[in-house]
């Protein structure tokens, strides 16, 4: 299940982490242990942080350097309006998968 959920996450975790920043801003870090705690135990993240780096490139985030008591500054990553439609496009896209799928489940209804 642990390959599955690897290859099926690929195609999902930048809106995953997209929605997580639709919260309140965070750092890579605190992105990274907010998803584990909702149970993306195996997401590593330099995953996360390839993505938040191809996420700013393509203008879904801002990204502010705030000072860190415990070395260089933080990345402080935030959705913009450019993120918040992808976000919004995710989420339909989302739905009319998980719908589709659930129609399969049943037996094609």
Known sequence: MAKLLTEMLKGTLEGIILASLSGRPAY???ITARLREQGFSDIAEGTVYALLIRMEKRGLVDVEKVPSEKGPPRKVHSLNSQGREYLEE???TWSFLAERLEQLREGGK
């Open 28 to 30: 890579g870090y605190e």
């Open 90 to 92: 995710f989420w339909g």
